[in-house]
């Protein structure tokens, strides 16, 4: 393998200076045309390419931000990283995109990492409500923002989604289609999305009049796939199933589709399905799942020009909380053309359903 080229054999081609070559490549105009000239036809002839990363350290002006996601294989953090990118390539930054996997360990190892790259700016989701890792960032003199997560703190950024409001508008929905016996599967406890999307559900169940244990809570270990299915196979285990189901997420919502189906459950009229995030998958799945739709990309977008703007002018920025509003795409998974009710345990089939006209 050939070492790489570096500046000195630029210098040696050309036959110029080392300084005259940087001078080239940082500062082109006090170099004389014809000079500079022979220079880059000496780079282009060897192939030379710059050391970014080592005259950026030696500047002091890394153009650089890190992105900490919770989980990198759900579609929603791939939608959302993708804004920030093109964000980010606009304005001559590059993205390094770090996956916590929900860890408190493996989020302070990609915290730490990150600055010690001496990027510019992070974008977190964190793993917990708490500031640890921000303000570890912070007190190094990084910039951060909170994406996916609101905040309430004046000297902090966040972009986030009105999760609260999010739930509140599944749930309505789901009472609205006459569904009397709900179950939420939520996320682990410290992950702060699906406990607002818990807390929206309940104000659907309070505000419409409905007694508390309308809804049921069955926690999941993680958001994904796997664990939807698992806590399908739960719920489909029972003598008495739901009516519906709420989930804190799609992949949650997939795998329990799957499960469903599996069983020969029908989607929506012995069980309506619900999820969270609107991923492309939504729409695509064997039943189309209703969703609640969060605009991922203007997510990352917005998230990656507000710790780019801090990073440059970090005196002069002003800190904002961006907040979403996130709306209900209704497809097959819910719509319910009549109203169903499971009997009792003690009938005389606990998984013969009776069905009346609503």
Known sequence: MKPPIGIRDVALRAEVSVGTVSNVLNRPDVVAAATRARVLAAIDALGYVRNEPARQLRSGTARTIGLVVLDVGNPFFT????????????????????????????????????????VHGVLITPVEAGPAPVRWLRDRGISVVLLDHPTAEEDLCSVAVDDRHGGELAVTHLLAEGCERIVMVTGPAGIHQAAER??????????????????????????????GLRAGEQL?????????????????????????????????????????????????????????????????????????????????????????????????????PRRARWPSPSSNSSRTRSKEIG
Do not use: M, W
Not at 82 to 104: D, K
Not at 295 to 316: D, F, K, M, W
């Open 79 to 118: 939608d959302v990283a993708r804004g920030v990118e093109e964000a980010a390539s606009e304005a001559g930054h590059a993205v390094i995109l770090c996956n916590s996997g929900e860890s408190v360990a493996k989020e302070r190892g990609h915290v730490e990492l990150l600055a010690s790259q001496r």
């Open 198 to 227: 818990h807390r929206g559900a309940r104000d659907a169940i309070r505000l419409a009049g409905r007694p508390p244990d309308v809804l049921e809570v069955l926690p999941a270990p993680a958001l994904n796939v796997a664990c």
């Open 236 to 336: 489909l285990a029972r003598a008495v199933l739901p009516d519906a189901v709420f989930c804190a997420n799609d992949l949650l919502a997939l795998g329990l589709l799957q499960a469903a189906v599996r069983a020969g459950v029908r989607v929506p009229e012995d069980l309506a399905i619900v999820g969270y995030d609107d991923i492309d998958f939504a729409a695509a799945a064997a039943v189309p799942l209703t969703s609640v739709r969060q605009p991922r990309h203007r997510i990352g977008r917005t998230a990656a020009a507000l710790v780019i703007a801090e990073s440059l002018s970090p005196a002069e920025h002003e800190h904002r909380h961006v907040v979403f509003t996130p709306e209900l795409v209704v497809r097959e998974s819910s719509r319910r």
